[in-house]
């Protein structure tokens, strides 16, 4: 029965901190008016046929706080690159020098940061609702334990103990969502 209980916790625990690292990559996507080499995560390159993460085609840096650089591994891969960030939507206009691209990350206006604001409390709300998941789950194993055998006082205090767990991951996921709005709302 304690087998199953420590299994129940250990579940619930590494659910919960699944959620916060997919908020936390989430988030990352989310620019807050710096350049950032994370920025260019989502963009594929067509590389030879295969559609390539940009990254493992050429080395993406940066170059001060509003510039990007992309750097291609081959020459031929300037113009793929710069047609594949174009079309990734990301609202970026790379500029190909013949050598590497350069990318200005253009200031963000005071709209856009609060419709930035209002995306990352979303995917905070999205990361909750994951731990809440993960709460309702191990309520019900406990509660299954409870049919098998487990005092009910011993389920209460499991319980007890698997809203402690809930109510930490919540806080955390608070406050690395208030360090992200300090973040994007910084001019």
């Known amino acids: 029965m304690e087998e199953e209980i420590d299994f129940i916790f ?3 625990k ?4 699944k959620s916060i690292v997919h908020f936390e990559k989430n988030l990352t996507k989310i620019r807050a008016g710096k350049a950032s080499p994370s920025m260019l995560d989502t963009v594929y390159v067509d590389y030879y046929g295969s559609q390539t993460p940009l990254a493992q085609v050429a080395n993406v840096g940066t170059l001060d706080a509003r510039t990007i650089t992309v750097q291609p591994w081959e020459k031929a891969m300037l113009e793929p690159i710069e ?21 200005n990350v253009p200031q963000l206006t005071e709209e856009r940061r609060r ?5 990352a409390k979303a995917e905070a709300e999205d990361a909750k609702v994951g731990i809440r998941n993960a709460r309702r789950d191990a309520n019900d194993e406990i509660k299954k334990l409870e049919k098998d055998g487990l ?9 007890a103990e698997i809203q ?6 919540g806080a955390k996921i608070d406050e690395v969502l208030v360090r992200k709005e300090a973040d994007i709302m910084k001019v």
């Not at 047609?83 to 990318?103: C, E, F, T």
């Not at 402690?164 to 991951?169: A, C, E, G, Y």
Request: hydrophobic share 40%; glycine share 4%.
């Open 10 to 12: 250990e579940s619930a």
């Open 14 to 17: 590494e659910l919960m901190a």
């Open 83 to 103: 047609r594949a960030i174009i079309n990734s939507n990301l609202g970026l206009n790379p500029q190909n020098n013949g050598d590497m691209i350069l990318i």
């Open 115 to 119: 419709d930035l604001t209002k995306q």
């Open 151 to 159: 005092s009910e006082d011993r389920a209460k205090d499991l319980v």
């Open 164 to 169: 402690k767990l809930t109510d930490s991951h």
